[in-house]
């Protein structure tokens, strides 16, 4: 049986690639920090089927001896504080966790068994003002947050242990990734937690920052199987995961409110633009310049060749599937919580 060891296995891509993985037939292990308010709510339902180690990305010595009691074949590190409004806020935080707590873990592997394969989860905001589109595995970074400086970091080092220590390293270059089980404080799960609630009249307004920011939006569940996938090569390598496809927030909204039965027309320009119910006038989406970045990244696109070539994968939610599916399961919980009839 194989064994594989999940940092950040709490999170939104953690806890889907542990059910593939336990579908895979692995002995799962995840890696959890010590907080007074554990949040396990992603794998409540796959608790009693994995193992829980706690230790920490930015104490060495933890790291070492989770990997002595896991003794993983495999370990894929999702750990990171990965809310970029949050790393302009918090830069150094960032980066002890993003960034050095990478090399942490792969100093923690050398030591204890080099010969474990390692998977790095890297960002396309490391791409952050482009130099050209599409994105591929050899475009040049130019990071605009101190998340995706961190990004960059912790991307290198692992191909530096591979290449230093002949170390199996994978960098997954991974666009935009959503889920219903994504956190509350990203945009797009924002978008849909508060179109549920404008639906029930629990909620009067949307407010954004640029709603012509566009990204490269896939499904979290599709992405984690590429994850697994690069692990299954002979050879370590860097792979762009995307589907080659950009929407703009404003795209997002538009699909999410209809999902939820409510036509939104735009009205004014750049500050002063707002979201009008179509069918009772109300403003219910609103432009707020606190929520704009300090520095935007660029026009993200991923080119997947390398991926789709070499590891046989593909994306297999639609954009339009993937909002829908937030939206309803935002709905379905909004339902549940007020104890609204479904008819």
């Known amino acids: 049986m194989k064994r594989a060891l999940i940092t950040g296995i709490t999170g939104q891509d953690g806890s889907y690639l542990a059910e593939l993985l336990l579908d895979k037939g692995y002995e799962v292990f995840g890696l959890v920090r010590r907080s007074s308010t554990p949040n396990f709510w992603r794998i409540e339902h796959i608790q009693n089927k994995i193992k829980l180690i ?3 990305m930015t104490d060495p010595h933890s790291l070492v001896y989770a990997l002595k009691e896991s003794h993983p074949h495999e370990v894929y590190n999702l750990a990171a504080q990965s809310f970029v409004q949050t790393s302009f806020t918090q830069p150094r935080f960032t980066a002890e966790v993003t960034a050095l707590g990478v090399l942490n873990l792969l100093e923690a592997i050398r030591r204890v068994d080099p010969k474990i394969k390692f998977y790095q989860a890297s960002s396309s905001e490391m791409f952050g003002k482009v130099r050209e589109i599409p994105q591929n595995e050899d475009t040049l970074f130019h990071p605009r947050s101190p998340y995706g400086v961190s990004k960059v970091f912790g991307h290198y080092i ?16 991974l666009f935009n990734h959503e889920s219903p089980r994504r956190g509350e404080e990203f945009v797009t799960r924002k978008i849909t937690k508060s179109v549920a609630k ?22 979290a569940k599709d992405y984690v199987e590429a994850m697994w996938l690069m692990l299954q090569q002979d050879k370590p390598d860097n792979y762009v995961v995307a589907t080659g496809e950009t929407r703009s927030v404003r795209e997002f909204v538009e ?42 990244v660029g026009y993200l696109i991923g080119d997947f060749s390398k991926a789709r070539t070499e590891l046989k994968w593909k994306p297999k939610t639609t954009f339009k599937e993937l909002v829908s599916s937030m939206v309803k399961e935002d709905i379905k919980k909004i339902k549940e919580s007020q104890k609204i009839s479904s008819k």
């Not at 191909?159 to 230093?164: A, G, L, P």
């Not at 404008?198 to 499904?219: E, F, M, P, T, V």
């Open 54 to 56: 706690y230790a920490d």
């Open 158 to 173: 692992a191909v530096n242990y591979r290449e230093s220590y002949n170390m199996f390293t994978c960098s997954g270059i």
């Open 198 to 219: 404008i639906k029930y009249g629990l909620q009067d307004k949307l407010s954004l920052g640029n709603l012509n920011a566009k990204r490269d939006w896939g499904h």
């Open 255 to 296: 699909i999410a409110f209809k999902e939820a039965g409510i036509d939104i027309k735009w009205q004014g320009e750049g500050l002063e633009e707002k979201g009008i119910d179509s069918a009772t006038g109300k403003e219910i989406v609103v432009v707020d310049p606190k929520y704009f970045r300090p520095a935007e």
